[in-house]
C-alpha cells in the first residue's frame, strides 16, 4: 500500500480545493480511509474518515459542513472536497488508511488506528 496524497495549493478565505488519495496497490475498498491534518506547531488531527464495512462518514466538527470525503472505488481514490476554507484551515493534510482489520468506530478518528501514511500536502489559505 503506498498512498499519495495531492491538491493541495494556496487558496483565498472562502475559496475551494480538492484533495485526491490514491492508492498505488488498489485496496482502498478493502480499508478504512481517513483525512488528518497538521499546522504549523500544533499537533496533527482528525479530518475526515470513510469506513469501508458501513460507508459511514466522519467529520471533525471544525470541518463538518465545509468538508466532504468521498471514495471512488473505480479509480482507487479518495477525495477530500474543501469549501468555505477559513484561514485557520491551512496545513499540511495527510492521508491514511487502516490495516488489514477494520477500525471500530470509536477510534475512527484516533491517528494511531490507522496503519499507512502517505506523504502530505500543503493547503494555505490565506488573502
Known amino acids: 500500500v503506498q498512498l499519495q496524497a495531492s491538491g493541495g495549493g494556496l487558496v483565498q478565505p472562502g475559496g475551494s480545493l480538492r484533495l485526491s488519495c490514491s492508492d498505488s496497490g488498489r485496496t482502498f475498498s478493502n480499508r478504512d480511509v481517513a483525512w488528518f491534518r497538521q499546522a504549523p506547531g500544533k499537533e496533527r488531527e482528525f479530518v475526515a474518515a470513510t469506513r469501508r464495512s458501513d460507508g459511514n462518514m466522519y467529520y471533525a466538527d471544525a470541518v463538518r459542513g465545509r468538508f466532504a470525503i468521498s471514495k471512488d472505488s473505480a479509480k482507487n481514490t479518495v477525495y477530500l472536497q474543501m469549501n468555505s476554507l477559513k484561514p485557520e484551515d491551512t496545513a499540511v493534510y495527510y492521508c491514511?488508511?487502516?490495516?488489514?482489520?477494520?477500525?471500530?468506530?470509536?477510534?475512527?478518528?484516533?491517528?494511531?488506528?490507522?496503519?499507512?501514511w502517505g506523504l502530505g500536502t500543503l493547503v494555505t489559505v490565506s488573502s
Open positions: 491514511a488508511a487502516s490495516g488489514v482489520s477494520r477500525i471500530i468506530s470509536s477510534r475512527i478518528r484516533v491517528g494511531d488506528a490507522y496503519y499507512y
